[in-house]
């Protein structure tokens, strides 16, 4: 069995965006050789995410609107305290609901294979869910099989 890493840049410019990644991770795949097993996204972050769903931009709206009622920005979280209580340096950011949107979608997805392409449909993309923004991530894509 092959495994292949790589590590991609994805930089947002909004608080929250959804980033469609699915042609970065192709393009992965494709440079691996692999043509049958797995792809691993995965972000090694706390406050972004990956998910898998339709990218259409009325959808992304919703998206969002949802994950803004589910862990609204203004809600207080006992998190953005911890940086005060802890005396530990902060960077300004008060992102407790950050966090929590993240627990939502959870930071991974892993994709099936076959003859080098991912078994995903036509109405369905890969995702960074950035839920702390603007920054710079670092998104980890992982190609294993034969």
């Known amino acids: 069995m092959k495994v292949y890493r790589k590590k991609i840049e994805i ?8 980033i469609d990644i699915t042609d970065k991770v192709a393009e992965i795949i494709s440079q691996s050789g692999v043509r049958e097993g797995t ?6 972050h706390t406050s972004a995410g990956i998910f898998v769903n339709h990218n259409e931009p009325m959808l992304l709206q919703d998206f969002t609107r949802v994950l803004y009622r589910l862990a609204p920005v203004d809600e207080r979280y ?6 005060l209580a802890k005396k530990n340096k902060s960077d300004g950011r008060s992102n407790g609901h950050s966090h929590c949107k993240v627990m939502l979608l959870g930071i991974s997805e892993t ?11 036509s109405k369905q993309n890969i995702f960074v869910a950035e839920m702390d923004g603007a920054r710079t991530r670092e998104i980890i894509i992982q190609v294993m099989g034969l």
Do not use: A, N, R, W
């Open 11 to 18: 930089k947002s410019t909004s608080s929250i965006e959804l």
């Open 39 to 44: 792809v691993l996204v995965y972000s090694p």
């Open 78 to 83: 006992s998190h953005d305290l911890f940086e």
């Open 111 to 121: 994709i099936p294979l076959e003859k080098g392409h991912m078994l995903l449909t």
